[in-house]
């Protein structure tokens, strides 16, 4: 009797993609934690009329420099190869009419447990005109949904959006493009995010 045995490639195939996947998603949500803490310092720093003074770019990404709030990293998007992307909520930051930019979570006004919206400019922890100023963090739990926390990390709200799918084509990134722009009366960093919003800030 010849005994044959199927599907051992089949299974070290289903490993390795879910060993890539969970890779893959954690590289994600540390992009993305690490992107919204940028955000944050950019727009506390245009709020205070910080300029920048340095921009490279290395294989993670960019590195941003102001002259007062330090360096700011901007990664890369994570990238996959297979399947469709991962989904992430929609995470950007909105100027309004009183001149300070608040967060915004799949087009709607992020805001803390008793309804004030959170902005983006401002020192971490303290109270502003509608809320604390922090940059909110993402995770993914145990229902594979993405969670944000507006309060660095003390809760979390399960965003309804799922973290399935790997693919990376353009990866997911919150900022679109960093271009240094030279004109006759000096440079300035052009950011644009993913949203359309837009930062030009001087360069020295």
């Known amino acids: 009797m010849i005994a044959v045995f199927t599907g051992c490639t089949d299974y070290q195939e289903e490993l390795d993609a879910l060993d890539y996947r969970v890779t893959y998603l954690e590289e994600l949500v540390n992009q993305i934690n690490t992107e919204l803490a940028g955000i944050k310092t950019i727009t506390d720093a245009v709020s205070k009329g910080d300029f920048i003074t340095n921009v490279t770019e290395n294989e993670e990404g960019y590195i941003i420099t102001f002259k007062e709030h330090g360096a700011v990293q901007i990664k890369h998007g994570a990238t996959g190869k297979d399947g469709k992307d991962a989904e992430a909520p929609e995470i950007t930051v909105e100027q309004d009419g009183d001149g300070n930019w608040y967060w915004k979570l799949n087009g709607k006004w992020l805001t803390d447990d008793i309804g004030n919206r959170i902005r983006s400019n401002g020192t971490d922890g303290k109270d502003g005109k509608d809320g604390k100023a922090v940059a909110p963090q993402v995770r993914i739990n145990s229902n594979g949904n993405w969670e944000i926390s507006p309060d660095g990390g003390t809760t979390w709200n399960d965003t309804g959006t799922a973290a399935s799918g790997v693919d990376g084509k353009d990866g997911n ?3 679109k493009s960093i271009e240094v722009i030279t004109t006759l009366s000096g440079n300035y960093v052009h950011i ?13």
């Not at 644009?192 to 919003?197: D, E, K, M, R, Y």
């Open 173 to 175: 990134t919150l900022v």
């Open 192 to 204: 644009t995010l993913t949203s359309g919003a837009t930062f030009d800030i001087p360069m020295n």
